[in-house]
């Protein structure tokens, strides 16, 4: 079993409050914490999804953004977002900083998220070599397509994921 990880507590203003066991901050209604999803697009600008792994305890099998997590304790955000793009996806790139936001989102009875995202996205051109540990299936999609897809079939996505895209739309509009 995995070694317990420390996420950064956060207040509505994004200051950090503390830090608790990942568990416990998923654990009820969740506790307010840190956290980043990061949005890929290759250069004919479809953007890359990814199927949650069967493994993961929130979510899995579900088909979010190219990759989200966690800023440990003292890391940058931004920094955090390119590390973990890293180590899931195989690939370096620059996170660039889109907008903030906080959500929360029950999965079960005993289980939520409740997180201040931030939303960062990346252009890459090359090959990925994902973690199966962390992704089952990987795709790229036309921009359309996706909304599309989300529209017919919002059961299939991560609640992050709907909401970030239906924002991210109104930017590019």
């Known amino acids: ?102 959500y929360q989102a029950r999965y079960s009875a005993g289980y939520s998220e409740h997180e201040l995202c931030h939303v960062f996205q990346s252009d890459y051109d090359g090959e990925l070599a994902p973690d199966p540990a962390e992704i089952a299936a990987w795709r790229w999609i036309a921009p359309d397509e996706l909304t599309q897809e989300i529209e017919r079939h919002p059961e299939r996505f991560t609640p992050w994921m709907k909401l970030e895209w239906a924002e991210i739309l109104r930017y590019s509009e």
């Open 1 to 102: 079993m995995n070694a317990p990880v420390n996420l950064v507590l956060v207040d509505a203003e994004d200051r950090e409050i503390g830090v608790a066991e990942k568990f416990q901050c998923h654990e009820g209604d969740g506790l307010l914490h840190r956290a980043f999803s990061v949005f890929v697009y290759g250069p004919d600008g479809r953007v890359l999804l990814q199927q949650r792994s069967a493994a993961k305890p929130l979510w899995p099998m579900y088909w979010s953004n190219a990759c989200c997590g966690h800023p440990l304790p003292g890391e940058d955000v931004p920094a955090a977002a390119e590390r973990r793009t890293h180590e899931e996806l195989g690939i370096s790139c620059k996170a660039r900083f889109l907008y903030k936001f906080i």
